[in-house]
């Protein structure tokens, strides 16, 4: 055997040698991108769990939302009749509207229920007396003047403040 043939001989080698790491080579290309694809796979299958549990809570949101704007419609509906033209007057249609925010018996006049009603609403001593100390105490909670007289001004605030309540 002569040196050529020892050449080529390890030409062959050589060239198997390579053709086994290009192998080796090929299939550890095709093993990490079959690993790179499950954890592609495995990250869109959390993604999309992700999104889908995004999309419930925004239409549970979405559900509570038309929840609330149901019952503020009902409750506006229902409060209707009582809203107050913001004119100063205490009058009885004044009353009633307080009378039915504050929860005590509507019939448009101003007794010693309703005076407690409001004396409590207010932070005054409940005794049922309207007098200047309600006033002020009303006054306060309103953030009028505190003169001790409910004139025009007070009875405007208090009618907005009702309305307010009513949900206008």
Known sequence: MGI??????????EAAAAEAKAEEVKE?????AKEKQAAYEKKMAEVKEQQEIKVAEIKEAAKEAEKKV??????????EAFKLAVDGKWGPLSIKATQHVLGVAEDGICGPETIKAIQKKVGAEPDGIWGTQTSKAMQK???????????PETFKAWQKWVNKELGF
């Open 4 to 13: 050529f043939d020892k050449l080529k001989g390890k030409a062959k080698e």
């Open 141 to 151: 909670f309103l953030g009028v003047t505190e003169d001790g007289v409910a004139g």
């Open 70 to 79: 149901a019952e503020k419609a009902e409750k506006l509906a229902a409060n």
């Open 28 to 32: 550890a290309a095709e093993k990490a």
